[in-house]
């Protein structure tokens, strides 16, 4: 609920002049745990409001497909770690 509602908060800045959006970053460890389908569409459109993600989860398949789909369609740059 609060990922959703930080993303209704970024959705808001469409009256703000795309010069004076200040950036923001949400950092979202086990996103799995947080997130809803409806994100997985607010997902494009946060970027434009300047609305950085850094998503931290343990594997793909924890994802629904479509949230799924949208990260991976959407983001910039992946990092990935193996401990064994």
């Given at each position: ?35 809803t389908t ?36 959407n ?10």
């Amino acid at each position: 609920m609060l990922v959703t509602k930080l993303g209704l908060a970024a959705l808001s800045r469409a009256d703000v002049p795309e010069a004076e959006r200040r950036d923001f970053y949400l950092y979202v460890d086990e996103f799995p745990l947080f997130t809803t389908t409806s994100f997985a569409t607010m997902l494009s459109e946060m970027r434009k409001y300047r609305l950085g993600l850094i998503l931290a989860h343990q594997y793909l398949g924890q994802l629904e497909e479509e949230t799924r789909d949208a990260i991976l369609g959407n983001i910039g740059t992946t990092i990935a770690f193996r401990l064994d």
